[in-house]
């Protein structure tokens, strides 16, 4: 039989428990922002395959998304779709690279009309080429021009940092 001292503490001690989501929203919201800024860090990775070797450089210019071709020492790569083999460039007498240029000005002609479309999107006419170590000057020569001729004036070069000594 309860006594009437513990009927009244029974009594007050049903009191409903609520639980305050103020606090935790603002600490998932400082956890969501501290993610976000160390996630999307300065730091910019180009992709590079393991048949890449680019050459290094002291360059501090961080590098910002644009179209890519990337130059192995037995195939050349726009955009990651392959476009033609380094020795049938290599033995081509024209400067300009018949495939490399259709892939690069239907890639211009889609980003400009994208552009249209969208206040988002701008053609700025930025790429960049990442080149072996190893492939010859004249075919670099090539896809320069390439580039240029197809609408993307403003070539980048992509290096590997050299680490700073002392």
């Known amino acids: 039989m309860m006594t009437r001292g513990r009927w ?3 009594r007050t001690s049903t ?7 103020i606090s935790l929203m603002d600490i998932f ?5 501290f993610l976000l800024v160390h996630v999307s860090g ?3 990775v180009l992709p590079a395959p393991d048949a890449l070797t680019l050459p290094a ?5 961080v590098p910002h998304p644009t179209v890519t071709v990337l130059v192995t020492e037995k195939e050349i790569f726009v955009q990651g779709k392959r476009i033609m083999g380094t020795p049938e460039a290599l033995g081509q007498s024209a ?12 890639l211009a002609d889609r980003t400009k009309y994208l552009a249209d479309k969208t206040a988002s999107v701008a ?9 072996d170590k190893k492939i010859p000057f004249q075919l670099l020569k090539k896809l320069m021009a390439t580039c240029a001729q197809s609408e993307f004036p403003h070539i980048a070069l992509a ?6 000594i002392g």
């Open 8 to 10: 009244r503490r029974r």
């Open 15 to 21: 009191a409903v428990v609520q639980l305050t989501l």
């Open 29 to 33: 919201t400082i956890l969501l922002l």
């Open 42 to 44: 300065d730091e910019s």
């Open 57 to 61: 450089s002291t360059a501090r210019k």
């Open 95 to 106: 400067v300009i690279l018949a495939p490399v240029s259709l892939e690069l000005t239907r």
């Open 123 to 131: 053609f700025a006419g930025d790429i960049t080429i990442m080149g």
């Open 159 to 164: 290096v590997m940092q050299k680490e700073q």
